[in-house]
């Protein structure tokens, strides 16, 4: 069994798959804290977790203007600078029930935690590829930077997967080969030793247990980048479908959704008020600037207060790699009834989320950000 040896998890994760390992945490803790801790925090993976000895690991870099480049473990962490950032990783599935309410679509079925917040440390990308001679001023017409993995399939292929040369070697794309999470080594389920985190972009970007990166003219060829992790329209279906004339998900859109109260929950009304809690977050570093919350399915809105960090920092203009937190109270009509909250953000570019699922729906039940919907009871 490839299997036998994973990780041991905490037992409040909703698992989703067990081999290979895919779990959520239950809604209502991901708004308990702003860093979500790392035990808790969402697990997507494709493969069985490999075994990587930190003394013998080696990270390959091809693609280079001087050929191939080796680093050990301790070369990453002693010869550039260690970069701390928070970054909001969502898988591009997220919220992919909703859309199996709709009509049927391909992959696990996850709920509204598929998300996560975590502190992440480790060398920048640019860093490493300026030093190995990567730079503007390198005529290669390379324009991606692909990364495999050290999980392989039966078949010997790794995980892999590519990002924009431009989003890597820009000073502001934060990307980094990361070797701890919330100050400490990364856990096995999440990329031990080395992961990517490409903050901003989609969950299948950021990938784990590092074992190569290739510079390159061409995107990462494997099955994730060409034949998945797309969008289309709700009219494609799997004998339509043309994986060739979509673009590879990298840039997420925004999201948000009610981690508190749960679906199908009774207030009094004695209670006068009823608090709703949840997150928002939006990819390419835009700035989540309004989270909009009603209680009567969309007729009547209230703005929820806005949690940005737990130091009260604002993020960096374009650089809002995090989600925020959100939470509101809301006065309970007079008389007993059903009521559906519904919430919806607002990003720095006034991207907003579309009202149904219906007409996002897709094949592969990715890019779900519909308004979240809750329905609760008020009784007396
Ligand atoms: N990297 C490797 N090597 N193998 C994987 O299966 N899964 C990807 C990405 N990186 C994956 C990977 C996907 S689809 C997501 S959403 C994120 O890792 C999940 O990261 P997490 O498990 O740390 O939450
Ligand atoms: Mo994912």
Redesign the pocket.
């Known amino acids: 069994d490839p299997y036998a040896a994973e990780p041991t998890r905490h037992p409040a994760l909703q698992i989703n798959n067990l081999k ?1 390992f895919n779990a959520e945490p239950p809604p209502s803790m991901l708004s308990d804290s702003y860093i979500t801790p790392s035990a808790i ?7 069985p977790v490999p075994k990587v000895d930190p003394e013998s690991y080696r990270l390959e870099i091809e693609g280079l203007p001087g050929g191939v480049a080796s680093l050990t473990l301790k070369e990453l962490k002693s010869c550039f600078p260690k970069h701390t950032i928070t970054a909001t ?5 997220n919220r992919r029930s909703e859309m199996n309410k709709v009509k049927q679509v391909k992959g696990l079925n996850w709920g509204i935690a ?1 998300i ?1 917040n975590a502190t992440w440390s480790g060398a920048r990308l640019r860093d490493v590829l300026h030093y190995y001679g990567f730079g503007p001023e390198v005529a290669s017409g390379a324009q991606h930077v692909q990364f495999e ?3 392989k399939d039966v078949t010997g292929t ?2 892999g ?1 590519s990002i924009p040369l431009n989003k890597a070697m820009s000073d502001e794309g934060d990307v980094l080969l990361a070797y701890e999470m919330n100050g400490e080594d990364l856990p096995l ?3 031990f030793p080395v ?1 990517v985190v490409v903050p901003g972009v ?9 074992g190569k990166i290739v510079v390159s003219s061409e995107e990462s060829k494997s099955h ?1 980048q060409q034949n998945d ?1 797309k969008g289309f329209s709700p009219g494609t279906d799997w004998d339509t479908v043309d994986f060739k004339s979509a673009p590879a998900i990298q840039e997420l859109p925004i999201q948000s959704a009610i981690t508190h109260p749960a679906e199908g929950t009774s207030v009094n009304l004695s209670d006068e008020e009823v608090t709703v809690k949840g997150y928002a977050w939006s990819g390419g570093g835009r700035e989540v600037v309004r989270v909009d919350i009603s209680i009567d399915g969309g007729n009547t809105w209230h703005v929820a207060k806005l949690r940005t960090s737990d130091d009260g920092v604002p993020p960096a203009v374009g650089r809002a790699w995090a989600w925020k937190l959100w939470e509101i109270n809301i006065p309970l009509p007079q008389k007993p009834q059903e009521l559906e909250i519904v919430c919806k953000a607002v990003d720095n570019s006034y991207n907003t989320q579309p009202d149904t699922v219906a007409p996002i729906w897709n094949l592969r039940g990715v890019l779900s950000n519909a308004w979240h919907r809750v329905k609760i009871k008020v009784s007396d």
């Open positions: 290979p925090f969402f697990k997507r993976n494709h493969l990783l969502q898988c591009a599935g598929a996560s993995g050290l999980d790794p995980y997967a389920d999440h990329g992961r989609v969950g299948a970007r950021n990938v784990k247990w590092l994730w992790y």
